[in-house]
């Protein structure tokens, strides 16, 4: 009895904790750009079970990937960074055009309808998580677009 107690002690020791924090990616895609473009947006919908924020985010296809949120003040529609994208415990959060997204700048080629991206996303508590972008065409508002 006493060696079955211990494997069960070291089995739970390496086990992922039952409170570890996870986030659901669905309805990922990316706009395809025109040739000579640098730029490049990503859209997708999050979920976490636990709570969490989106913290960051990089893709080999560009120098950078940023978070931003789009807002309109009067008839000025304005563009802003921000450092996180919070994502309440069972709620979805969606990365959508004109709203929150994430912009891909310094492309280091087009981005092709038809084609996919890796994405990784970084969150404060969930592990980091790499998932395939497909390109949509370049007016795309949902991935099949």
């Given at each position: 009895?006493?060696?079955?107690?211990m494997?069960?002690?070291?089995?739970?020791?390496?086990?992922?904790?039952?409170?570890?924090a996870?986030?659901?990616?669905?309805?990922?895609?990316?706009?395809?750009?025109?040739?000579?473009?640098?730029?490049g947006?990503?859209?997708?919908?999050?979920?976490?079970?636990?709570?969490?924020?989106?913290?960051?985010?990089?893709t080999p296809?560009?120098?950078?990937?940023?978070?931003?949120k789009?807002?309109?003040?009067?008839?000025?529609?304005?563009?802003?960074m921000?450092?996180?994208?919070?994502?309440p415990?069972?709620?979805?959060?969606?990365?959508?055009?004109d709203q929150?997204?994430?912009?891909?700048?310094g492309?280091?080629?087009?981005?092709?309808?038809g084609?996919?991206i890796?994405?990784?996303?970084?969150?404060?508590?969930s592990?980091?998580?790499?998932?395939?972008?497909?390109v949509?065409?370049?007016?795309?508002?949902?991935?099949?677009?």
């Amino acid at each position: 009895m006493k060696r079955l107690g211990m494997v069960a002690v070291c089995a739970a020791m390496f086990a992922a904790p039952a409170w570890a924090a996870s986030v659901v990616v669905t309805s990922a895609f990316a706009r395809a750009t025109l040739p000579g473009s640098d730029t490049g947006v990503v859209y997708m919908t999050l979920e976490s079970d636990t709570g969490d924020k989106l913290t960051g985010a990089s893709t080999p296809v560009a120098v950078s990937a940023m978070m931003h949120k789009t807002s309109m003040a009067g008839m000025v529609m304005s563009m802003d960074m921000v450092s996180a994208i919070d994502l309440p415990a069972g709620q979805k959060v969606v990365l959508q055009p004109d709203q929150l997204h994430i912009m891909l700048e310094g492309l280091r080629h087009p981005l092709v309808k038809g084609t996919t991206i890796p994405l990784q996303l970084i969150f404060a508590k969930s592990p980091a998580e790499t998932v395939t972008v497909p390109v949509a065409g370049f007016a795309a508002m949902t991935p099949g677009g």
